[in-house]
């Protein structure tokens, strides 16, 4: 009797199916979270682009609520970190511990290995701290007593940081802030929204306990990697290429800048407009997708001269006028 023929292999989603997964991910966040969804829309962008994010803003709009909130519509594990002046660098990627029944150092997993860190005010922790994230968010990987150590994969570190206070906080080097693939900045939600947030708490509504509110898991790992393969595909001209560099190197050129961005920031660019064109149904980018992203993956990268910040000049200003002079490819 002839064996049985093995079962068809599934076909994998298709793109269209693929974005419908994170379409969902973003109604389940909004369950939570009202007036945020520029900020989802990056989150995203980071997720299929293999970066990290830098969430700016003062304290109460949800900055740490959007990544929980994240963390909860998907099938990944997550780890929080509040950092703190104390923190040590063993307590974010772990360190050995002498076991004395085996008469040996073992090492045990610090908060780092996991697929999103939530890294919270990481501007309250000393530069030693800090830098403890510079090879997990670059390399992937931390080297402890000499062996490196993968990460999981996805691996997303979604940092906040408060704008407003100075006191007791340390300044991110600018080798940390070029690591973070974009830098989002949250603002007060306008008033219906603001309305919206009071009407859900005067509803019963728990920021503690997502699953109360009905934030599930929609997207698994699997999913995610074959929607990051999808934005890996898409295609750029060379028009599109020279265009990014062209407003990367206008940042060198302006007059108001003492450090523009280097061409990590100009890779960045095309990485995280390749994402937002697959986001958007299309296989090549276009200088809208470009354009679109060049605030979120630009702005954290530049270094203003003292006398133009003396005189009130913003990042954000420079750029939109660095759009608005670079000429377009047609």
Do not use: C
Request: no cysteine; hydrophobic share 45%; charged share 20%.
């Amino acid at each position: 009797m002839p064996a049985p023929a093995p079962a068809p292999a599934s076909a994998p989603p298709s793109n269209a199916e693929l974005r419908a997964a994170l379409s969902a991910v973003r109604t389940e966040v909004a369950k939570a979270v009202v007036g945020q969804d520029g900020a989802v829309t990056g989150l995203l962008v980071a997720l299929l682009a293999r970066g990290h994010v830098l969430l700016e803003g003062v304290p109460g709009v949800a900055k740490t609520l959007l990544v929980r909130s994240l963390a909860a519509s998907l099938s990944l594990d997550t780890k929080r970190v509040q950092f703190t002046p104390d923190l040590m660098p063993g307590d974010v990627t772990g360190s050995l511990i002498y076991d004395a029944r085996a008469g040996e150092f073992e090492f045990r997993d610090g908060p780092v290995f996991t697929n999103i860190l939530l890294a919270d005010e990481i501007n309250r922790t000393p530069p030693k701290t800090q830098s403890a994230l510079l090879e997990a968010m670059e390399e992937r990987q931390v080297s402890v007593d000499g062996l490196s150590r993968p990460l999981p994969d996805p691996f997303l570190v979604a940092a906040t940081m408060n704008p407003i206070e100075y006191e007791g906080t340390y300044t991110l080097p600018e080798a940390q802030l070029d690591r973070f693939l974009l830098k989002l900045t949250l603002e007060i939600p306008e008033r219906d929204a603001e309305i919206a947030v009071l009407a859900r708490h005067s509803a019963g509504f728990n920021p503690r306990d997502l699953a109360a509110a009905g934030v599930r898991p929609v997207l698994g790992a699997l999913q995610l990697t074959q929607a990051q393969a999808a934005v890996s595909a898409v295609g750029a001209t060379p028009d599109v290429l020279a265009y990014a560099v062209d407003l990367a190197r206008a940042t060198r050129q302006s007059p108001s800048v003492k450090l523009g961005v280097s061409p990590r920031g100009s890779t960045a660019l095309l990485a995280s407009a390749k994402a937002w064109a697959w986001l958007n149904g299309f296989d090549w980018i276009t200088p809208d997708h470009v354009q679109a992203m060049v605030l979120p993956v630009l702005r954290h990268r530049i270094q203003l001269r003292p006398e133009a910040e003396l005189e009130g000049v913003s990042v954000d200003t420079i750029l939109r006028s660095i759009l608005a002079q670079v000429q377009v490819p047609i």
